[in-house]
Each structure stands twice: as C-alpha cells, then as structure tokens.
C-alpha cells in the first residue's frame, strides 16, 4: 500500500491516492474518502446488483468483528475467508472491532479482553481470539485491538492513560501473532491511536502507536456525540503532527458532513460511511447542497429550491441536538411528514440516482406511511449516492482551490438554522 499526496490543501487537509490496494495489489482508494459501511459485507437493505447501479463507490468496504464474532466456527468450516463468504467481489476488506452505527454497553474491558456484542450478546476477546478471527475472516486490513473505553464524560486520568497502555500492548501482541502467521501475509495492521480527551496522553498514543510497523492509523473514541467537536478537532490535529505523511489516518464514529470537514482540515484521510444508513433508519433523505459548478443558471434554480427546503427544514427541527445520533440534523429531510404527501418532485433535483430518476417525495411518503420494506431501499440507494456524490465534491474543492466555496455551501444550511435558533431563543 503506498499513500501518494496530490496536494496539501492550505489550513489543512490531504488530497491524494491509496495505491496498490488488496491481493492483487490493482485496487486503489482516494483521500478524503470513506469506506463502504455494510452488515456482514451487505449494504443494509441493498443487495449487490442494486449497489453497482451506483457510481463512484468506495473500494474499501468496512465489515466489523461485533457482527462477524459469532459466525467463527462457519467461516472456519468455510475456510475461504470472508469476503467469499459474503459474495463479494473487487473489493478491499476492512474488518473493525466495532459497527459505529450499533451502540454498545461499557464496563466490559480487561487488562487483557475487550468485548464485542453481536445479535447473541456479549463475546469476550482476548488476543488470541482476535487473531483467531482475524485469519478466518482474512480481511485486507484490520484495526487492531483496542480499549476505546475513554469516550464517557467522567473518565479519568488514570482510565485513559491505562487505555493507552493496554492497546499499545495488545498492538505488540497482535503484531508478534501477525508476524508468525502465514495466513496473514500480506494483511495490512492498522494501529489505534486512544488518548481520551487528554491532549498528552493523545499525542503519547501517536508517537508510540507510530514507533510500530503499522500500515495505517484509526483515531478511536472521538466519535460525534461523545466529545466537543472543537475540542475533537483539536486533539485530532495534536495527533495527526505526530504521525508519519505517508500513512492514512482513518477516524471512527464521524458521519455528519460538516463534521468531516472539519476533520477532514485537521489532517484525518477516511471516514466510515454509517452516516447514510442512520439517516435511512428514520426515513429521512439526505438534501444538502455540495454542488459548486460556476453554471450560473443552475445556481439559481438550485438556491430557490435550497431556500424552500430550508424553511420546510426549519419547521421541522425544532430541536437540533448534535449530540443525539437518532435525531434528525440540517442535512436531510424527514419523508414522513405529511408536507410530502403530495410532494411530485425527486428528492433531490438533478441527483442522478434510481431513486431520484424514478420515483418522488410523494412515493416515498406513501411507501413509509405503509411500512413498505421498499422504502429502505430507495432511501438507502439515494442516501449512499449523495454521500459518496459529497466526498466525491470535496476532493475536487480541494483540487480546485474551491473547499472554503463547498464549505459555505454545506454548512449554510446548519449556520442558518442555528441563527434562527438563536433568535428565536
Ligand atoms: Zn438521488
């Protein structure tokens, strides 16, 4: 794998290409980029004919132990890893210890486990079963194990800096067992970067983290909701010095778009894209504008509509609370509201997705008001075709000298949703 940077985006940011990727060394993956978010290898509710109508989509997927733990003995039974498993094909798999869009209880970590739940409950690893997983499910990279249990408001000194301790700990284990196993060569090891919120204990994890033959970095337990966003920009630009230019930087747990931004500034490179699917889960459609084309007519139409969509928008929430990953944010729509019932228009205009090429906010309203399962996958083929269309833009703002132009286009909408909160208040 070899990182080549493009560019340095001035205030931050990277632009650049994953080269020779996986096996076969052909695939490759650009930054800022996320990964493809799935349950078991599968886009919730899309199956793969229906994902290949999309374009542009990553070439990394991200699969994670918390689901996979339970299957061990199939897959072993198996014996040709998981991406066969899941009928996957073209792709890089990414396994991570945990699903970010699945929340899970804490208090469950040892000197020498951590714990993953899945559909049956708990399953405690140590070391020694990572490692047994990890060459039954054969990934191309893995993040290794780690005791990301800092992200609590009451966490103290001593917590995070044993967090540290023992993921640098279980790293070395991890390495030791990666080295002397021929079923693993040439897998990639991603180290995981802790620190809580303690800038030295964050920049410690870093440089130590960065001391061991790593491929790449996950920054853990910085994820939205859990920490101030300014103080997490911070922390992630300390650490981001720390580590070398020609490694990727990938960030846990951040989706919203005006969150990758901004991380994106503090020098991270990947997000995993678990976004799109909480916004599908409680039907909404993601309707924020990204497109900066100088065609001036276009910009018109498209500013008449953003304003209608904003005002509808406001009415509808009321309370933005970033903190709350099931609520809805200033980036979507709520299809279930009864303004949408006679809606004609696709959810987003000009979006080239089946969606939005075949069916209207009426359709959809109508389909989620009756419980229809088809309404998932609508939402869910549009969703992930925005997103990606949105890291799609960004990468050419950043070719363009254009990103301050994108940002105000993205965050417009929040910035004047929070004015009029303020006013209103
Ligand atoms: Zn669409």
Known sequence: MKLELSRLVQGGGRLGVLKGLGR????????????????????PHLTQDTLQTLSNLPSVTQVSLSNIAEHQEVLEEFKDGFRKFAGLHDTLLYCSLHDPAAPFPTGHIT????????????????????????????????????????WQNNTSLKRVRKSVDRTLAHLDECLLLHQNSQELEGVEVFGVVEGGDVLEERVRSARETAKRPVAGFCLDSLRAGSIDPALRTQLITAVTKELPEDKPRLLQGVGRPDEVLACVEAGVDLFESFFPFQVTERGCALCFSFDISPDPESAVLQLDDEERDAAEKTQLNGDLNPDDQTQMTSFEINLNDKRYQDDFRPLVEGCGCYCCKNHQRAYLHHLLVTNELLAGVLLMIHNTAHYHGFFGALREAMASDKVDLLKRRVLRERDEQTERKEQDG
């Open 24 to 43: 076969t060394k052909q695939l490759s993956l650009e930054v800022p980029g996320c990964l493809l978010y799935t349950h078991l290898g599968t886009v």
């Open 111 to 150: 000197n020498k486990t951590v714990s993953v739940w899945g559909s049956g409950g708990r399953i405690e690893l140590n070391v020694a079963k990572f490692m047994a997983l990890q060459k039954v499910v054969q990934p191309d990279w893995y993040q290794s194990m780690a005791d990301g249990e800092t």
